[in-house]
């Protein structure tokens, strides 16, 4: 069965500083690669995601990550944070399985961005 | 575009009385349907989904149910909550030819 690993749970950053957040995942099958976001009092919204091609993604509000096959990573990066950055974010892994998408989630990283 | 709903957004129920959560998609016809549970620092756990009317499986035992009464329509049910109940659900659709799970804005159980 497939899992993902977010090995932060808890991240504290200053403005400005740079973000990564790790995920890797077990499954050694064709897997699709999600981070989702969710901000304070909001709903989950899809930040980027990775089907094929180049294995640098680009997602919204300035978010990459890159896939590494060879190390089962996908990881979260951002240059800058912003205060409006602060938010949990989860990485997932999906697989077709009989027609529909199982999809794991990882535990969360709760980030906290400081004025 | 597509857009999906849950209700209600917070509910408190006590121990043993039923439940019903509501999900609805619009602007798209038969999608994949998810409901998952999110408990703190365990992620998201996915309950049930199903690829189309009347057609659901179940990932966990548990004291839910799930229905799919029409295409578009989910629903996660309990004859009798337990405390063990308590979460944040989490409805979920999918298009048979993408691949990207797209999520309501949950809903708040506190059993007590």
């Known amino acids: 069965a497939q899992s993902v690993s977010q090995h932060n749970h808890h991240v504290i950053l200053s403005e400005a500083a740079s973000l990564e957040l790790g995920c890797n995942y077990s499954y050694g099958g064709t897997v699709n690669l999600f981070w989702y976001v969710q901000y304070p009092g909001q709903h989950l919204q899809l930040l980027l995601k990775y089907f094929s091609g180049d294995p640098l993604v680009k997602g919204i509000k300035g978010f990459e990550a890159e896939f590494i096959k060879s190390k089962f990573s996908f990881n979260l990066r951002k240059p800058s944070v912003q205060w409006s950055d602060t938010a949990e974010y989860f990485c997932a892994v999906s697989l077709n399985s009989g027609g529909y998408q199982k999809v794991t989630f990882g535990t969360g990283t709760k980030l906290q961005v400081i004025p | 575009s597509q857009t999906i709903h849950q209700w209600p957004a917070t509910l408190v129920q006590p121990v043993g009385s039923p439940l019903s959560l509501e999900c609805t998609v619009e602007?798209?016809?038969?999608?994949?349907l998810y409901w998952y549970r999110q408990a703190a620092g365990r992620g998201l756990q996915l309950l049930f989904y199903?690829?189309?009317?009347?057609?659901i499986s179940s990932e966990v035992p548990q004291n839910l149910s799930a229905s799919r009464p029409q295409d578009r329509q989910f629903i996660l049910s309990s004859k009798k909550l337990l405390l063990s109940d308590s979460g944040f659900y989490l409805c979920?659709?999918?298009?048979?030819?993408?691949?990207?799970?797209?999520f309501g804005e949950g809903s708040w159980l506190t059993v007590v």
């Open positions: 979920a659709w999918s298009s048979t030819s993408w691949n990207t799970i797209y």
């Open positions: 602007g798209t016809s038969n999608p994949n």
């Open positions: 199903s690829v189309g009317i009347g057609q």
